[in-house]
Protein backbone atom coordinates (compact mmCIF):
# COMPACT_ATOMS: atom_id res chain seq x y z
CA UNK A 1 0.00 0.00 0.00
CA UNK A 2 1.31 3.34 -1.20
CA UNK A 3 1.97 5.91 2.09
CA UNK A 4 0.82 8.49 -0.39
CA UNK A 5 -2.71 8.60 -1.90
CA UNK A 6 -3.95 10.80 -4.50
CA UNK A 7 -7.26 11.68 -4.84
CA UNK A 8 -9.92 13.82 -7.00
CA UNK A 9 -8.91 13.26 -10.26
CA UNK A 10 -11.70 12.62 -12.72
CA UNK A 11 -13.41 14.06 -16.20
CA UNK A 12 -13.80 17.50 -16.70
CA UNK A 13 -14.85 19.89 -19.51
CA UNK A 14 -12.06 22.23 -21.27
CA UNK A 15 -12.30 25.40 -19.15
CA UNK A 16 -13.13 23.33 -15.85
CA UNK A 17 -11.34 22.30 -12.68
CA UNK A 18 -10.56 19.74 -10.09
CA UNK A 19 -8.61 20.02 -7.41
CA UNK A 20 -6.21 16.64 -6.58
CA UNK A 21 -5.29 15.84 -3.05
CA UNK A 22 -1.91 14.39 -1.69
CA UNK A 23 -2.61 12.62 1.50
CA UNK A 24 -0.08 10.75 3.95
CA UNK A 25 -1.05 7.19 5.31
CA UNK A 26 1.47 6.75 7.41
CA UNK A 27 3.40 10.04 7.87
CA UNK A 28 2.94 13.65 8.46
CA UNK A 29 3.37 15.69 5.15
CA UNK A 30 4.51 18.39 7.35
CA UNK A 31 8.00 16.98 7.11
CA UNK A 32 8.17 16.92 3.61
CA UNK A 33 8.56 18.72 0.95
CA UNK A 34 5.91 17.74 -1.64
CA UNK A 35 6.03 17.88 -5.62
CA UNK A 36 3.34 17.48 -8.51
CA UNK A 37 4.13 15.63 -11.48
CA UNK A 38 2.12 14.49 -15.00
CA UNK A 39 2.43 12.13 -17.28
CA UNK A 40 0.39 11.93 -20.15
CA UNK A 41 0.34 9.24 -22.99
CA UNK A 42 3.74 8.64 -24.53
CA UNK A 43 4.99 11.63 -22.78
CA UNK A 44 7.71 11.48 -20.53
CA UNK A 45 6.97 12.39 -16.31
CA UNK A 46 6.42 16.20 -16.15
CA UNK A 47 6.89 18.17 -13.27
CA UNK A 48 4.42 20.36 -11.97
CA UNK A 49 4.68 22.24 -8.76
CA UNK A 50 5.85 21.77 -5.57
CA UNK A 51 6.01 23.38 -2.02
CA UNK A 52 8.01 23.67 0.71
CA UNK A 53 8.34 22.00 4.49
CA UNK A 54 7.10 25.05 5.38
CA UNK A 55 4.68 26.29 2.66
CA UNK A 56 6.16 29.36 2.14
CA UNK A 57 7.93 28.60 -1.18
CA UNK A 58 5.82 27.48 -3.99
CA UNK A 59 6.56 27.10 -7.68
CA UNK A 60 5.08 26.07 -10.88
CA UNK A 61 5.64 24.95 -14.31
CA UNK A 62 5.21 27.84 -16.47
CA UNK A 63 2.77 25.84 -18.48
CA UNK A 64 0.56 25.67 -15.37
CA UNK A 65 1.58 29.29 -14.26
CA UNK A 66 -1.79 31.41 -13.26
CA UNK A 67 -3.98 28.52 -12.99
CA UNK A 68 -2.91 25.75 -10.58
CA UNK A 69 -2.54 26.81 -6.63
CA UNK A 70 -1.00 24.43 -4.25
CA UNK A 71 -1.56 24.52 -0.59
CA UNK A 72 -1.10 22.58 2.27
CA UNK A 73 -4.06 21.87 4.90
CA UNK A 74 -2.22 20.56 8.11
CA UNK A 75 -5.03 19.64 10.00
CA UNK A 76 -6.05 17.20 6.99
CA UNK A 77 -2.66 15.98 6.61
CA UNK A 78 -2.76 16.93 2.62
CA UNK A 79 -1.23 18.86 0.08
CA UNK A 80 -3.72 19.65 -2.11
CA UNK A 81 -3.76 21.12 -5.97
CA UNK A 82 -6.32 23.19 -7.25
CA UNK A 83 -6.83 23.10 -11.03
CA UNK A 84 -8.61 25.85 -12.60
CA UNK A 85 -9.07 26.46 -16.58
CA UNK A 86 -8.19 23.20 -17.57
CA UNK A 87 -7.34 22.48 -21.18
CA UNK A 88 -6.78 18.94 -23.12
CA UNK A 89 -2.94 19.50 -22.95
CA UNK A 90 -3.35 18.74 -18.66
CA UNK A 91 -4.60 15.27 -19.65
CA UNK A 92 -2.48 13.12 -17.65
CA UNK A 93 -1.96 11.04 -14.35
CA UNK A 94 -0.72 12.95 -12.06
CA UNK A 95 1.45 12.23 -8.93
CA UNK A 96 2.50 13.19 -5.83
CA UNK A 97 5.64 13.15 -4.15
CA UNK A 98 7.03 13.57 -1.12
CA UNK A 99 10.67 14.30 0.09
CA UNK A 100 11.49 14.54 3.74
CA UNK A 101 13.36 17.93 4.68
CA UNK A 102 13.03 18.37 8.43
CA UNK A 103 15.42 20.21 9.93
CA UNK A 104 16.84 21.20 6.80
CA UNK A 105 17.38 24.69 5.42
CA UNK A 106 14.78 25.98 3.04
CA UNK A 107 15.98 26.74 -0.14
CA UNK A 108 14.75 29.50 -2.65
CA UNK A 109 12.73 26.68 -4.63
CA UNK A 110 11.34 23.48 -3.68
CA UNK A 111 11.71 22.25 -7.13
CA UNK A 112 13.64 19.07 -6.59
CA UNK A 113 14.65 16.32 -9.60
CA UNK A 114 12.65 13.32 -9.17
CA UNK A 115 15.15 10.96 -7.68
CA UNK A 116 14.92 13.23 -4.58
CA UNK A 117 11.79 12.05 -3.67
CA UNK A 118 11.40 9.14 -0.88
CA UNK A 119 7.56 8.59 -1.30
CA UNK A 120 5.49 8.42 -4.62
CA UNK A 121 1.58 7.97 -5.31
CA UNK A 122 0.10 5.95 -7.26
CA UNK A 123 -1.45 8.34 -9.65
CA UNK A 124 -4.75 9.90 -10.18
CA UNK A 125 -5.73 10.18 -13.93
CA UNK A 126 -7.49 13.70 -14.70
CA UNK A 127 -8.53 13.83 -18.22
CA UNK A 128 -9.88 16.89 -19.82
CA UNK A 129 -12.53 16.33 -22.81
CA UNK A 130 -15.47 18.17 -24.00
Known amino acids: QSQLVESGGGLVQPGGSLRLSCAGS????????IGWFRQAPGKEREWVSC????????NYADSVKGRFTISRDSAKNTVNLQMSTLNTEDTAIYYCAAAYRLGRFEQATCRMPPDEYDYWGQGTQVTVSS
Open 51 to 58: ISLSGAIT
Open 26 to 33: AFRLDYYA
